[in-house]
């Protein structure tokens, strides 16, 4: 058989939780920072948004937002394929 630790992660804080996600998929946390970035401004920018309607503004927030995950997730998925299949490592497999 392999020699694969066995994690149960039912016993797992949330903490413990978000930092094995962030090794696992560093990419993933980089486009919730940029969420909560894009949502932070566009709170600050509310207030000057002039005569635009508010439903149209928080629409234009929404795509904004996706779009930051969006390329976060695609940079990720970019540098991955890049570190596999291009990039020659000296250690086997």
Avoid: W
């Amino acid at each position: 058989m392999s020699s694969e630790k066995v994690f149960d992660y039912h016993e797992e804080s949330q903490a413990q939780r978000l930092a094995r996600k962030s090794k696992d998929s560093p990419f993933m946390i980089l486009g919730i920072a940029g969420l909560i970035g894009m949502c932070g401004y566009g709170v600050y920018q509310f207030r000057n948004k002039g005569k635009m309607s508010t439903s149209v503004f928080l629409m234009q927030l929404r795509v904004a937002a996706q779009g930051t995950v969006v390329a976060s997730l695609t940079l990720g998925l970019g540098y991955n394929l890049l570190s596999r299949y291009f990039v020659k490592d000296d250690k086997k497999e």
